[in-house]
C-alpha cells in the first residue's frame, strides 16, 4: 500500500449502479483502510443478494413466490418498511401492485439507503463518504453538489455538510418509476427532492415520499425533526424547508 497518500477512491457496480467510496487523511493509503472498504463492498453485495427483487434466488423473490422465510435481516427490513408505511402517512409502501391484479413485496426503495448505511458503519473513525444512486453517507466535512434534475450534468447547487446522509429522488434518471401508493399512478408536481439528516435510511426514504406527496410535501418534510430538504417543481421552481444550508 501507498502509504503517502492522503485520498483515494474505490469503486464497484454492486446493486445494479456505481458504489464509490472516497476517504482522505493519513491512513488513506493504508491496508486498514483497504480492508475497510472490502468490508463495505462485501456487505453491499450480500445486501444485493438478499433482497433484490430480480434476483430469482433472493428472500424477497422466495417471499413473493409464497416460501415460508426466517431471516433477521428480513425481518428487520420487513419492519422498516412497516414503519416508513406509518411515518409517511403511506406515500411510502414497498407493498406493490404487481401486473397479474395481485401485490408484491418489493423494499428496493428503503434497502439501498439502508445498505449504504449499514455499510459505511465498517468505516467509522475515518473521514469518507459512501455513495451509491443519489444516496451519500459522509464521515467528517464535505461539499456535496446537488445534481440539476433538469441537466443532470450540471449542479443545482453546493452545500458544505458534515457527519451526516443525503439521499435525492427523483426521475432524472430513471424516467417517472416513483409511484404514488394512494392512487397508484406515478408521481407529479416534483423533479426532484434531496433530503439531508443524520440517517440515510430514513433521508432516502423520505425523499422518495416526498416525491410521491408532491410540492406540498415540502410542508410535511419541515415538520420532520433533524431533516431539511430541497425540492424542485415539475416548472424548474426551487421549495426549501426553513433549515435548508443556504
Known amino acids: 500500500m501507498d502509504t503517502t497518500l492522503t485520498r483515494r477512491s474505490f469503486i464497484e457496480q454492486i446493486m445494479g449502479l456505481p458504489i464509490s467510496v472516497h476517504v482522505r487523511g493519513p ?24 433482497f433484490s427483487p430480480f434476483r430469482p434466488d433472493s428472500l424477497v423473490s422466495a417471499v413473493n413466490r409464497g416460501e415460508p422465510v426466517s431471516d433477521p435481516l428480513l425481518d428487520a427490513v420487513t419492519d422498516l418498511c412497516a414503519q416508513a408505511r406509518e411515518r409517511t402517512d403511506g406515500y411510502f409502501d414497498a407493498t406493490l401492485p404487481d401486473p397479474s391484479g395481485g401485490t408484491r413485496f418489493d423494499p428496493s426503495g428503503l434497502v439501498k439507503g439502508w445498505g449504504l448505511e449499514r455499510a459505511a458503519a465498517r468505516l467509522a473513525g475515518h473521514e ?47 424516467g417517472a418509476h416513483i409511484i404514488d401508493p394512494h392512487t397508484s399512478a406515478p408521481a407529479i408536481g416534483l423533479r426532484s427532492v434531496t433530503v439531508i439528516g443524520p440517517s440515510l435510511t430514513w433521508a432516502d426514504v423520505y425523499a422518495t415520499a416526498a416525491v410521491a406527496r408532491g410540492p406540498q410535501a415540502v410542508v410535511w ?26
Do not use: K
Open 221 to 246: 418534510l419541515a415538520g420532520l425533526p433533524g431533516y431539511e430538504a430541497l425540492l424542485v417543481r415539475d416548472n424548474g421552481d426551487l421549495l426549501a424547508t426553513p433549515g435548508w444550508p443556504r
Open 128 to 174: 469518507a463518504y459512501v455513495s451509491g444512486g443519489g444516496d451519500m453517507v459522509l464521515r467528517g466535512s464535505w461539499r456535496v453538489g446537488i445534481e440539476d434534475p433538469s441537466r443532470p450534468d450540471r449542479l443545482l447547487t453546493a452545500i458544505e455538510v458534515a457527519d451526516c446522509a443525503v439521499a435525492t429522488s427523483g426521475g432524472a434518471h430513471r
Open 27 to 50: 491512513q488513506a493509503g493504508s491496508a486498514e483502510v483497504a480492508d475497510a472498504v472490502d468490508t463495505v463492498f462485501a456487505e453491499l453485495r450480500l445486501v444485493d443478494a438478499l
